[in-house]
């Protein structure tokens, strides 16, 4: 459903689909077709155009996208046949945290999504007060990444006639009083079934609450507004006015399209709720793959022991994207 209007160069459009599929792509990493060509058409109806993704092969001017891998070895603890864990150790997500964050005046990040829920606290309440310190001091710094975490919704699916509705979470305040403005809470969600998987992506969920209507976006418009912004605070801007429309449409009142205003080119205009993701690993037919015009942004695959800041501000320094998720057996 999304396409763009009167786009000026490659690169935006490039990274936009590539953040899509690269917070999903952990579910083919352990499929060595998917590992060595991840290519498909997104949204034929409206951009007629396919891409392709190769792993360790960076373009110029797309910036890469880091995924900092919770594998195996995290879940598992210090032992190889120990039982998994119910959680990530903290002291683990600290690190990539911390090792994301960066240090002021060196290269860092534009954006870092933390794709797991830190809205719950695990019994490990040492690290968790040095992940709150931790997110103290990223909403004090003008010049951090924007920050933005996922949590669980509940009791709906989040479309209009089902909208879900979020747990209250002592960690709330990080993102209501950073001074900085630069944490949020964003989805991350898929629908499609048991024999495709993903098919669709959804670019906001509509919210209930006490106070009426409300409404998130998803995680690739913030990456996209982040990456051409000259503040995470200037990102966040640009989405929460994209959202005004969609908050409408939850509240019944007109359509779900909208349009993204991004910093240094025209807008990205968004049809409806969700956008599919048609991709297939062996395309058929006339599929032109000498075209450089639509080749995605790479991600590369680092495990969670292997991740250092100097990696992180040295891979992600330019325009970069920071995941840490996790694409363990576990």
């Known amino acids: ?23 999903a792509v952990w579910m083919g990493l352990r499929n060595d077709v998917i590992w060595e060509s ?22 110029e001017g797309t910036g890469p996208i880091l995924f900092l891998n919770l594998d195996d070895s995290v879940w598992h603890g210090e032992k190889s046949d120990s039982p998994p864990l119910a959680y990530a150790p903290r002291p683990v997500i600290y690190k990539l945290l911390r090792d994301s964050f960066g240090t002021p005046g060196f290269p860092r990040p534009k954006l870092v999504i933390a794709d797991f829920d830190l809205f719950w606290r695990t019994p490990d309440e040492e690290a968790e007060a040095k992940i709150d310190a931790l997110l103290e001091e990223w909403g004090r710094d ?26 209250p979470s002592a960690r709330d ?3 209501n009083e950073a001074p900085e403005g630069n944490i949020v809470w964003a989805s991350a969600l898929f629908t499609g079934d048991e024999v495709i998987g993903a098919r669709y992506f959804e670019h906001f969920l509509c919210l209930k609450s006490d106070e009426g209507p ?25 989405v929460d006015a994209a959202m005004a429309q969609p ?15 991004v910093s240094g080119r025209d807008a990205l205009f968004f049809s409806g709720q ?4 048609n991709y297939s690993a062996r395309p058929q037919g006339d599929f032109d793959f000498t075209s450089p015009g639509l080749i995605a942004a790479d991600m590369f695959v680092i495990p969670a022991a292997a991740v250092s800041s100097e990696m992180v501000g040295g891979l992600a320094a330019n325009s970069g994207i920071v995941i840490i998720g996790s694409a363990s057996l576990t």
């Open 1 to 23: 459903m999304g396409h763009v209007k009167k786009a000026r160069g490659p690169f935006d459009f490039n990274f936009l689909i590539s953040l899509f599929l690269a917070l």
């Open 38 to 59: 991840f290519v498909g058409e997104a949204d034929r109806e409206a951009i007629q155009i396919a891409f392709a993704m190769r792993v360790n092969r960076t373009l």
């Open 142 to 167: 003008p010049e951090a990444p924007l920050l933005v975490l996922q949590r669980e919704v509940v009791d709906g699916d989040g479309t209009k006639a089902y909208p879900a509705a979020i747990r």
């Open 173 to 175: 305040r990080f993102i």
């Open 214 to 238: 409300g409404v998130v976006a998803s995680t690739a418009l913030y990456a996209v507004a982040a990456r051409r912004s000259a503040s995470a605070r200037e990102a966040v801007a640009q």
């Open 247 to 261: 908050l409408r449409y939850c509240a019944g009142e007109g359509s779900g399209s909208y349009e993204l205003e």
């Open 274 to 277: 969700r956008s599919l993701i």
